[in-house]
C-alpha cells in the first residue's frame, strides 16, 4: 500500500510540471559548438539579418515567459541555490542571454552557419508557450 501511495504521489507531481519546466529543461540542454566564418563569406546581409532577427525574437520571448512565470518573489539565496525550484530557471536564462550573445557575434562576423546552428537550436522551442 505504501509503494501505491508513493507512486500516486509521484505521479501526481509528474502531472502538475509546468510547460515552463520543460522549457527551462529543454533551453539548460542547448550546446551551440563554436563555429568561425568561412573567409569568403558569400552570405546575403538581407538573409543573416533575418536569421539574426528570427533568432532574437524567439530569445527574447522565451526570455520573458521565464522571467514572468518563474522569476517572481524569489528570495536571493534560492537563485544560487543548486536545490532550489528556480535555480534551473536562472541558468536558462543565463544560456538565453550568453545564445544571444553568440547571435550579435556571429551577426557582426557575416557567419551564416553560426546563426543556422542558433536556428536549429531555438527551433524546438520555438511555438512552446507557457
Do not use: W
Not at 500500500?1 to 510540471?17: D, E, R, Y
Not at 543548486?82 to 551577426?107: C, G, K, R, W
Amino acid at each position: 500500500m505504501f509503494k501505491k501511495s508513493i507512486l500516486l504521489l509521484a505521479l501526481l507531481l509528474v502531472g502538475c510540471a509546468q510547460p515552463a519546466d520543460k522549457t527551462v529543461e529543454a533551453i539548460n540542454k542547448i550546446s551551440l559548438p563554436a563555429t568561425t566564418a568561412q573567409t569568403a563569406s558569400q552570405a546575403n546581409p538581407a538573409e543573416l539579418q533575418a536569421l539574426h532577427s528570427a533568432n532574437q525574437e524567439i530569445i527574447i520571448r522565451l526570455t520573458a515567459e521565464i522571467k514572468e512565470e518563474k522569476t517572481q518573489d524569489v528570495r536571493t539565496a534560492d537563485i544560487l541555490d543548486p536545490h532550489s525550484d528556480v535555480h534551473p530557471a536562472f541558468q536558462a536564462l543565463t544560456q538565453l542571454e550568453e545564445i544571444n550573445q553568440l547571435n550579435d557575434v556571429y551577426l557582426k562576423q557575416r557567419n551564416k552557419n553560426g546563426l543556422a546552428l542558433i536556428e536549429e537550436a531555438l527551433k524546438p522551442l520555438q511555438n512552446t508557450t507557457t
